[in-house]
């Protein structure tokens, strides 16, 4: 099983489809669903990425 290590921030955003896409076009997987696989990835990642900053603002801050 291949994996991805990165930081969770917006920037990486491009890493994180090229990695998805590398591995649906290994799958034949037609580009209609690989348009709504990349959305929802997409969606999920930046919530990640929003939550791993906010997160790291508060604790800098002393809060949870």
């Given amino acids: 099983m291949n994996e991805l290590v990165i930081e ?5 955003l491009t890493k994180v489809l090229s990695f998805v896409d590398g591995h649906l ?5 037609n580009m209609r669903t ?3 696989i990349d959305v929802a990835v997409e969606e999920l990642f930046v919530n990640i990425a929003s939550l791993s ?3 790291s603002f508060f604790q800098k801050r ?3």
């Fill in 34 to 36: 690989q348009a709504q």
């Fill in 8 to 12: 969770a921030t917006r920037e990486n």
């Fill in 25 to 29: 076009e290994t799958t034949g997987c």
């Fill in 62 to 64: 002393g809060r949870k």
């Fill in 53 to 55: 900053v906010r997160k």
